[in-house]
């Protein structure tokens, strides 16, 4: 869970993230990946469109090609103790087999 103050950019931070470790690449740089895995990201904010112009800027700004890497974004919002929410978490899990997912926000499942 990536967690801060409002406007400190954890949306950022988190593609950043999962585009790093989906890639098996140091996450800025600097954070060693060991081995890449699938990643799975709830995304509840900001909406697809936006939301997948960001992650493409970010993966090219690391030298990242999304189309080669086991990222995987669901943008399905309900609250968490939901029915819903519970299937299409469980239909993921099985589906994609992630070694990370994410939530952002969390506030957004509630």
Do not use: W
């Amino acid at each position: 869970m990536v967690a801060g103050e409002q406007k400190t950019l954890k949306t950022y931070v988190e593609m950043f993230m999962d585009i790093s470790i989906a890639a098996g690449v140091p996450v800025f740089g600097r954070f060693d990946v060991p081995e890449a895995c699938t990643v799975l990201s709830y995304v509840g904010e900001g909406g697809r469109v936006p939301h997948k112009g960001r992650l493409e800027r970010v993966a090219e700004a690391i030298g990242v090609d999304l189309a080669n890497i086991p990222l995987f974004t669901s943008y399905d919002v309900a609250p968490i103790d939901s029915d819903r929410f519970q299937k299409s978490l469980q239909r993921d899990l099985r589906d994609h087999q992630p070694g990370a997912v994410g939530i952002d926000p969390y506030y957004a499942y509630h």
